[in-house]
Each structure stands twice: as structure tokens, then as C-alpha cells.
């Protein structure tokens, strides 16, 4: 359903802070499709039917205005996947839990991740979605340590597979992004039945094949499994 236009000649009259989240919603909206760079001032204004001087007046300017947008879309996101890690819920629903939600994300807000993937500029100290899968890594982490002692593996060695569960997350949540060939549910199912038993087969002592004494000549390992 949509709004009824007002008057021609007339603007709606918002408050301050009405006006300063329409203002995000336009930019949004308009830096999600086109890219910082090929959005300007006057092109938001227009969109939002106000002047330049208002934009200024809330943001400083586009950059001002993007940060905004850019950093309340690193808050939800980091939000959303936060609240899948939590500590009652059994290690593959929290994995699970990360790869869903991230897929729900995309398909939700393609603006917004698109915003965070693939543009922002770096005239513009705003988050990204670096930072996001950064923060994803540090709480994988805090899961997994207690989780790799209890079977009995070496639990320091905690971050390296957090930043490759993490990793390998953002990656897909990219791919995903631009390839929707795969449904959703697909996706996430594929993606978890390859970290997860990847988790549950590990080595306790794991080691390279290709180097050293322990290389079979058959490139199996030898030794302890």
C-alpha cells in the first residue's frame, strides 16, 4: 500500500528527528543500489523533497550520513548473530544458528549488506562487514575452547578454527549474495554439514602430509589418528 503524495508545492512537516531518519532511509535505500560514490547530496535531498542545507544541517554531509547508516548496520548485524551464540544452546545449533541468520540477513536487508560487503569507501571510518565476522570469530572462539577440551584436543588452538568458522561464514554470506541459485535453507544446510563434522572429525594432533617423516608415500597420514 502506498502513501498518498502530498500537495504539489507542499513538503510534510516532520520533526527533527522524524526527518533525520527518513533522510536515512532514502540514503539507504539509494547507496545500497548505486554505491557511495555515484550518490550525491543533491540526489538524497531530492529523493527526501528537502534541500541540500538539511542534509548538512543532520549529517555534515554524505560521508557523515553514510557512516550512520553504515554503523547501525554493523549494530544489527552483530545484534542478530550475538544472539545466536548463546551459551544453552548446543554447539550445532549455535553454528547453525550463525549461518541461517546471516542468510536471513541478506535476504531481509540486501541494501544494507550490500552497504557493508561491497561499499564502503575509505574517505568514510565507518564498521564493515570485516569487523562484523571479526566479532563473529572472538565469540566462535569462546564456544569452541571448552568445547575442543572436552574431547580432549589442544583448546589454545581455539582461534585459528574460529577465524576459519567465521571465515568461511562471511565468505558463503557473500557468495550467497550474488548467487541465489541455491535456496537459503540449501545453502545453510551444505555449509553446516561441512563445518560441523569437519569440527566433530578433527585430529587431536593434527599434521601435514606433504611435509616431514609422518607423510605416507600414499599422502595418507601416518601415525596417531
Do not use: C
Not at 54 to 66: A, D, S, T
Not at 131 to 157: C, F, K, W, Y
Request: negative net charge; hydrophobic residues 35%; aromatic residues 6%.
Amino acid at each position: 500500500m502506498t502513501e498518498n503524495p502530498p500537495p504539489q508545492g507542499r513538503r510534510i512537516r516532520m520533526s527533527r528527528s522524524e526527518r533525520r531518519e527518513q533522510l536515512i532511509r532514502v540514503a539507504r535505500q539509494l547507496f545500497g543500489a548505486r554505491g557511495y560514490d555515484a550518490v550525491s547530496v543533491e540526489e538524497i535531498a531530492s529523493a527526501a523533497d528537502v534541500s541540500k542545507p538539511v542534509v548538512y544541517e543532520h549529517f555534515g554531509g554524505k560521508e557523515g550520513l553514510y557512516q550512520v547508516i553504515v554503523d547501525r548496520e554493523v549494530t544489527e548485524l552483530s545484534g542478530i548473530l550475538s544472539s545466536r551464540m548463546r551459551p544453552e544452546l548446543a554447539p550445532r545449533e549455535v553454528l547453525e544458528g550463525i549461518v541461517v541468520s546471516l542468510l536471513d540477513y541478506i535476504e531481509e536487508n540486501p541494501d544494507g549488506f550490500h552497504l557493508l560487503a561491497h561499499q564502503s569507501p575509505t574517505a568514510v571510518r565507518s564498521e564493515t562487514f570485516a569487523t562484523v565476522i571479526a566479532d563473529v570469530a572472538e565469540q566462535v572462539t569462546n564456544h569452541l575452547a571448552p568445547l575442543m577440551a572436552q574431547r580432549g584436543l589442544d583448546a589454545s588452538t581455539a582461534p585459528i578454527y574460529g577465524q576459519i568458522l567465521a571465515g568461511g561464514v562471511g565468505q558463503i554470506g557473500q557468495w550467497w549474495s550474488e548467487n541465489r541459485g541455491y535456496s537459503k535453507e540449501d545453502t545453510a544446510a551444505h555449509v553446516t554439514n561441512l563445518l560441523w563434522f569437519g569440527l566433530r572429525n578433527m585430529e587431536r594432533e593434527p599434521r601435514l602430509v606433504t611435509r616431514g617423516h609422518s607423510a605416507a608415500a600414499d599422502g595418507t597420514p601416518s601415525g596417531r589418528g
